[in-house]
């Protein structure tokens, strides 16, 4: 079985501030995590994933998310927000070794303020 | 633009009724998946077809049925429609079917059951 929760449905931060979405995992078996972003009226598009490699994955758009496995979690950053990072963020657990079958948090809708 | 179309870009109907889906993959992707996007549910991973086979299965309903034809595009054919059917369908495609592919998404089918 697996789940994941975000934190927080809306995030709001000012443009050139630090960006966070919390995302925590529960799986039985190792896991591959990904971040996907979808912007208004827009389809999904992969930011990034973690697939068992380097802990510290960087992805599209000056992104990045760490993989910690002692607390569950698999949060995004970025260092600095864009206007144009106003989205829905998606994170996703899906089991690895096996078939990819995803399970996906709600969302958090990211807001910048100028 | 993904190179993932999908027709049509809305869709209304009734209760009971049958409609079906249709999505075309990125040349040269063998790989298909089908996702669901509603108010209620979320997001939801439906099915995967690689190269005409069913590949993986999610939480897809037994009145939701899928195929991926010789020409690699797919279709999701919905029945039975229930107002909770009303939802945002997307479909990504893939180069294999590998956990680790990075998928492409279409601008989705908005489906309207009334």
């Known amino acids: 079985a697996q789940s994941v929760t975000q934190l927080g449905s809306h995030v709001s931060v000012s443009e050139g501030a630090l960006v966070l979405l919390r995302c925590n995992y529960s799986s039985s078996v190792p896991p591959y995590l990904f971040w996907y972003v979808q912007y208004p009226n827009q389809g999904l598009q992969l930011l990034l994933k973690?697939?068992?490699?380097?802990?510290l994955v960087k992805g599209i758009n000056g992104f990045e998310a760490e993989f910690k496995k002692s607390e569950t979690s698999f949060h995004l950053t970025k260092p600095s927000a864009h206007m144009s990072d106003a989205a829905e963020y998606f994170c996703a657990v899906s089991a690895s070794g096996g078939s990819y079958i995803p399970t996906f948090g709600r969302g958090t809708s990211l807001i910048v303020h100028p | 633009d993904s190179g993932v179309t999908q027709t049509p870009k809305h869709l209304i109907t009734a209760t009971g009724q049958r409609v079906t889906l249709r999505c075309s993959p990125r040349s040269g992707d063998l790989s298909v998946y089908w996702y669901q996007q509603s108010l209620d549910q979320g997001l939801q991973f439906l099915i995967q077809y690689y190269n005409g086979e069913e590949r993986a299965k999610g939480n897809i309903l037994e009145r939701f049925s899928a195929q991926q034809f010789p020409d690699l595009h797919s279709e999701l054919n919905l029945s039975s429609l229930e107002l909770g059917d009303s939802a945002l369908y997307f479909c990504a495609s893939s180069e294999t079917s590998g956990i680790q592919e990075t998928q492409y998404f279409g601008p989705g089918t908005r489906l309207l059951v009334l």
């Open positions: 973690y697939t068992s490699a380097a802990t």
